[in-house]
């Protein structure tokens, strides 16, 4: 969980002090003093984590072909999800206009709207309808619309459909035990030398959050409560506990794994370290690209007794309270977010759109044939803890998750401490 504390000067320097213009057609930063108004045109800001497909700066260049006076400059932060937070809310606390349009994880949403750093929307202006109602809800906050989703996610078990063939496995698991058989049989393959069975995402980090909920979830359990309450030192979360210890223990996750993020997993599976692997939909494009083309696929996430339940990912596009030219903002997102765009980036970056009726669509499916299982990864996913003080729960999550992981701790007594943890962190 150690970063360096990122000052406004660094962050102003980071942006290439490209906010110099903005505000020149008319301030409007209200800071949330009454209702935001979204007057104002002329430069902003897109404020997002590092763009690891490279599509998103072709996209912005479309928009300031066409509004050259209205010209967005991408702010790229680090990779890490903490990491993007932390420098999001501390532009938000020293009330800098440094950043405009905000690419927000769904479970920021509430946090950044609770401290009015993120303005409430118009919600007429952006077509909430047409959208998966479990994405809509991600940003949302008090009934308010405080955000428009861009992408939406839901993690997926890859694996390599070749090597399960020439093992004789004919489908593909949907329970943990299913997993481990078929990796059994598949490591005896001279191809799969020196293969370990399954990695996801381990590394104390919002990562570890989603892996850990995942697994919680899949076998019956649950982090939160519906409205917010800690429900974890139970059997339920113990046997998904369970289910990552013993895997590290007996090898079936290989003990690197702790150190893994979203690329360092899909790097071990595209260099045929791994034989199933969660990730997200964008990994599907990038390993077309890579030297397992047509050699993998994709299955829902497997849990305990049956199909698990993914952590509901994505994220959304909020504006902040303190910026300025808020009514190009406003475009903006209208922009990045309409149908045709998150097509776009479905297409180009694997990036799951929003929009119901895309993962119905023949073409798109023909295409990328992964679609219904990311729909049904979507539509069957759990939200990760939809509270207020969701930094404090998430280093709580990753703080006793990774000591069980590591051994530091057993199961039992991780999930005891969470469990106090998270009482305090939403008593605050």
């Not at 763009?51 to 890490?80: C, Y």
């Not at 949907?174 to 990695?199: D, F, H, N, Q």
């Not at 429900?231 to 289910?243: C, N, S």
């Not at 360092?264 to 030297?291: C, M, T």
């Amino acid at each position: 969980m150690t970063t360096r504390t990122i000052t406004r000067a660094t962050a102003l320097a980071a942006a290439g002090l490209l906010l110099a213009a903005c505000g020149s057609s008319g301030g409007s930063g209200s800071g949330q003093a009454g209702a935001p108004s979204f007057e104002g045109r002329g430069p902003i800001t897109f404020v997002a984590g590092k763009d690891s497909t490279g599509t998103v700066q072709p996209m912005l260049d479309r928009w300031n072909k066409a509004h050259p006076k209205e010209k967005v400059s991408f702010i790229q932060l680090p990779t890490d999800a903490d990491a993007q937070r932390r420098q999001m809310i501390q532009n938000a606390e020293t009330k800098s206009d440094a950043y405009t349009v905000l690419s927000l994880d769904v479970v920021w949403t509430s946090e950044f709207a609770a401290h009015q750093w993120i303005d409430k929307l118009p919600e007429d202006r952006f077509p909430m309808g047409k959208m998966l109602k479990p994405v809509v809800e991600t940003s949302r906050y008090r009934g308010g619309l405080y955000a428009v989703p861009s992408s939406s996610d839901g993690g997926m078990l890859y694996y390599r459909t070749d090597l399960l063939k020439k093992a004789g496995v004919g489908e593909p698991p949907s329970t943990w035990a299913e997993m481990t058989a078929a990796c059994a049989k598949v490591r005896k393959l001279p191809e799969a030398k020196g293969m370990s069975c399954y990695a996801g995402q381990f590394q104390k980090y919002e990562g570890l959050t989603v892996n850990f909920a995942e697994a919680v979830n899949s076998a019956g359990g649950t982090v939160t409560d519906a409205s917010g309450k800690p429900d974890v030192d139970t059997p339920e979360a113990r046997k998904g506990l369970d289910f990552l210890t013993g895997a590290l223990k007996d090898g079936t996750i290989p003990k690197k794994a702790v150190t893994f993020q979203e690329e360092d997993g899909r790097q071990a599976f595209q260099s045929g370290e791994l034989i199933f692997h969660r990730n997200w939909p964008y990994v599907y494009a990038l390993a077309q690209k890579s030297g397992i083309k047509g050699k993998f696929a994709v299955a829902p996430l497997p849990g305990l007794d049956g199909p698990g339940s993914s952590s509901l990912g994505g994220h959304n596009m909020a504006v902040s309270a303190y910026a300025e030219n808020k009514a190009t903002a406003l475009d903006f997102i209208k922009f990045m977010t309409s149908e045709e765009n998150t097509r776009t980036f479905l297409e180009s970056a694997s990036l799951a759109p929003p929009y119901a009726s895309l993962y119905d669509d023949p073409a798109l499916i023909e295409q990328y044939p992964y679609l219904p299982v990311l729909k049904e990864s979507i539509l069957r996913a759990v939200p990760r803890p939809r509270v207020v003080p969701y930094g404090d729960v998430t280093s709580a999550v990753q703080q006793e998750a990774y000591a069980a992981l590591t051994g530091e701790k057993g199961s039992e007594q991780a999930l005891k401490d969470l469990q106090k943890a998270l009482r305090k962190a939403v008593a605050q």
